[in-house]
């Protein structure tokens, strides 16, 4: 079982739109990472996301390719400073492989729980649009499997 | 500083284990990977690879594509039973970025150490040609991992082997 945790493509400014949808730039961002991801051939079987414009854009965009298109769903628990349970949870009863698109420091901390136990027992460097793959053994454990980002995608 | 660390391609099976060369799938994984970091404009100052020539191989090829013109160096201790404590304590001393090639499990025993201090934390699944990028943690003790491919990401669809 996989858990993909993403942050979301770069947004713009509170002072550009109050919203803070996707820059052209983090548009561009995730469709790289979306290109990718097709490349790679994976898919999933569940697209969450926070709630937030850029999240639901971002998921929205990746689902094109890893998820037949379809809308991604609103989960609660995925802002940027919620609790880790409420999806922790839900990776370890899910039955098959779960991409979230969410913020930071959420993100980070996630992996860090994952890996770990602790929320800052390990660090990945995220950066908007970056996706983390994470794999959960038979045994239970969790491993980091990969880890993409859009800038390791600027000359393909 | 960036370091690489690479496990080596899918190797053939022979009778002596240090002289086991790599698989026509191995190179295939191996130079695919090595042409994906290329592209991304990666380049480093030094190679090192263990004993092993499947190891080595996998060096040359990373050379060939990322590291034009550098002499490749044969290091005892990245063996699969190599001691990642001393390992660390020479990393922390280059400051160029470093392609290493060894194996599991000190591969992924290294990057679990260099990210927790803990060798058997089990961080990492290293399946054979993956390439995990590290560098020292900025906001932090420790280093932190800026990314990690494997070559069924970078070369397309699975394979039988896969």
């Known amino acids: 079982m996989k858990l993909y945790l993403v942050q979301h493509g770069e947004a713009l400014s509170k002072d550009e739109n109050p919203k803070r949808p996707l820059s052209k730039k983090g548009l561009a961002d995730v469709v790289k990472m979306a290109e990718f991801l097709f490349e790679a051939d994976i898919a999933v079987d569940e697209l969450v996301h926070s709630g937030k414009p850029r999240a639901e854009e971002t998921a929205n965009v990746l689902s094109k390719t890893v998820w037949l298109g379809k809308a991604a769903v609103q989960m609660d628990g995925l802002g940027p400073n919620d609790d880790l349970d409420h999806l922790y949870n839900a990776a370890e009863a899910a039955g098959g492989d779960i991409m979230a698109v969410g913020h930071l420091p959420f993100m980070a901390k996630m992996v860090a729980r994952c890996l770990t136990g602790r929320e800052d027992g390990a660090a990945v460097a995220f950066e908007p649009g970056a996706i983390v793959c994470l794999e959960r053994t038979e045994e239970g454990a969790w491993a980091l499997n990969w880890m993409q980002k859009p800038s390791m995608l600027v000359a393909v | ?162």
């Open chain 2, 1 to 162: 500083m960036r370091l690489y660390l690479v496990r080596h391609g899918k190797a053939e099976f022979g009778p002596e284990d240090a002289d086991r060369l790599l698989s026509p799938r191995g190179r295939t994984d191996i130079e695919a990977m090595a042409q994906h970091l290329r592209a991304q404009e990666i380049s480093v100052a030094r190679v090192v690879h263990s004993t092993l020539a499947r190891a080595r191989e996998t060096a040359e090829i990373f050379a060939a594509q990322i590291a034009p013109g550098v002499e490749i160096q044969e290091r005892g201790g990245l063996e699969p039973w190599g001691n990642v404590k001393s390992f660390a304590k020479l990393a922390e001393t280059w400051t160029e970025d470093t392609v290493v090639c060894g194996h599991e499990p000190f591969m992924g025993e290294a990057a679990s150490y260099l990210m927790t201090g803990n060798a058997h934390a089990g961080l990492v699944d290293v399946k054979t040609g993956t390439v995990m990028t590290l560098a020292r943690n900025p906001y932090g003790d420790g280093w932190q991992m800026r990314w990690m491919l494997k070559p069924r990401l970078v070369r397309g669809p699975k394979m039988v082997e896969d």
